[in-house]
């Protein structure tokens, strides 16, 4: 009997993480209207070891916070924990801290995010 051989149709690793994060996005960033200040908790199924409590206020919490739910949170996580504005105000610098994958698919996917970090960089 040959031996098997797998089909290299089969999708990258990158492919499959792309496509895990363009799942989680919302129809808008408008969609984002989690709170602008004070203290946040993400639960546990987000934040399961560390900081889980942030303040919006601190500019580094604020960072972090952002990151984690970007990484790590479902569609309704982003909705419920993130703000456009924020979101939009913080990519230049947020988006050198998440991984190439997510940044990729927010980027494609929502332009605005693209033009932001381009008119801080002119």
């Not at 946040?40 to 601190?58: C, E, F, K, M």
């Not at 604020?62 to 924990?81: H, I, K, N, P, W």
């Amino acid at each position: 009997m040959a031996p098997q051989s797998f089909s290299s149709s089969s999708p990258s690793t990158a492919d499959v993480l792309r496509a895990r994060y363009a799942d989680r996005l919302p129809d808008s960033i408008e969609d984002l209207t989690g709170p602008a200040h004070g203290q946040v908790p993400l639960p546990l199924h987000i934040a399961w070891s560390g900081l889980r409590s942030y303040d919006l206020d601190r500019r580094r919490q604020r960072m972090s916070l952002y990151r984690t739910v970007l990484a790590e949170g479902q569609r309704d996580d982003l909705v419920a924990f993130l703000h456009h504005d924020l979101l939009i105000e913080q990519w230049p610098v947020l988006r050198t801290l998440i991984s190439r994958h997510i940044r990729a698919v927010w980027e494609d996917t929502f332009p605005e995010l693209v033009r932001r970090t381009e008119s801080t960089t002119a």
